[in-house]
């Protein structure tokens, strides 16, 4: 065998090698691509269903169920060809008979009293996670742009509504527990909130309640720093003093 021979042999066996590492490469990449975009796709179905189970009933409408419910569903399709097990399959056809409800789709969330900061910022979370999915879904085509906009001033709506809900539920924590200055400091920073708005004339009703509130909130606190006449005070307590001393002089005196 001729040195050309053998040179050409190592040569193409060295190449062969390095197509077969190439080819294994390019298997590993696919693979964990395929990974990656399911395990993508099973975190974004779980955002969108723990936001369309989670946001109390006052915020949650047929229209933002079935937006919901859309998103679920396309998410649910890319994955079936990555997970060929029974669970994604079933949720699918489920998926696929609650969109065709369209805007007759159930709603079952019930109604939560938001009476505390804590339960404010659990709610917000969720809005933000909503927020989140609209504007990844319209930035890859999934929502058009025009409903995505719109699905971002309806989440600002809600924001606002759940601070009006947590200010005038703290307000009237205050009043039951008759503790009227943390009343009016509540109702006063709900008033605030809202005056603060970038279009403030839609909220006009809410701040008209908030403001009367406010203005009740205020009065008893006026009242309840009033005085009583029956009440023993340090300056009618001085007075009373200073009375006892003119007498006690004047007795001296006529003595």
């Known amino acids: 065998m001729s040195p050309l021979v053998i040179t050409l042999l ?9 197509a077969i590492a190439y080819v ?3 298997v590993e990449n696919n693979k964990l691509e395929k990974a990656r975009l399911k395990a993508d796709l099973n975190d974004r179905i779980r955002r969108c269903a723990s936001v369309s189970e989670a946001i109390p009933g006052q915020l ?8 919901l419910s859309r998103l679920q569903l396309h998410f649910s399709e890319r994955l079936l060809p990555l997970d060929k097990s029974a ?40 809005l933000e996670n909503l927020h989140g999915q609209i504007t990844r879904a319209a930035q890859e085509g999934v929502l058009p742009a025009k409903e995505a906009k719109h699905w971002v001033a309806e989440i600002r709506d809600m924001l606002v509504q759940l601070h009006i809900e947590l200010f005038g539920n703290l307000g009237l924590q205050g009043l ?17 909130f809202l005056r603060k708005q ?13 403001e009367e509130q406010l203005a009740r909130a205020n009065a008893l606190v006026l009242d309840m720093d009033k005085p009583r006449a029956d009440e023993p005070s340090e300056l009618t307590e001085g007075l009373k003093s200073l009375e006892g001393d003119e007498d006690w002089k004047k007795k001296n005196i006529y003595d």
């Open 10 to 18: 190592i040569v193409g066996g060295i190449a062969i090698l390095i």
């Open 24 to 26: 294994n490469h390019l």
């Open 60 to 67: 949650m409408t047929p229209q933002l169920k079935l937006l």
């Open 87 to 126: 669970a994604p399959q079933l949720r699918l056809e489920e998926l696929r008979q609650l969109v065709a409800q369209g805007e007759s789709i159930p709603v079952r969330n019930p109604v939560q009293q938001i009476l505390s900061e804590v339960a404010a910022k659990e709610v917000r979370f969720l």
């Open 176 to 192: 039951q527990q008759n503790q009227p200055g943390q009343a009016r400091l509540a109702f006063e920073r709900g008033v605030q």
């Open 198 to 210: 970038p279009d403030p004339s839609r909220y006009q009703a809410p701040l008209k309640k908030l």
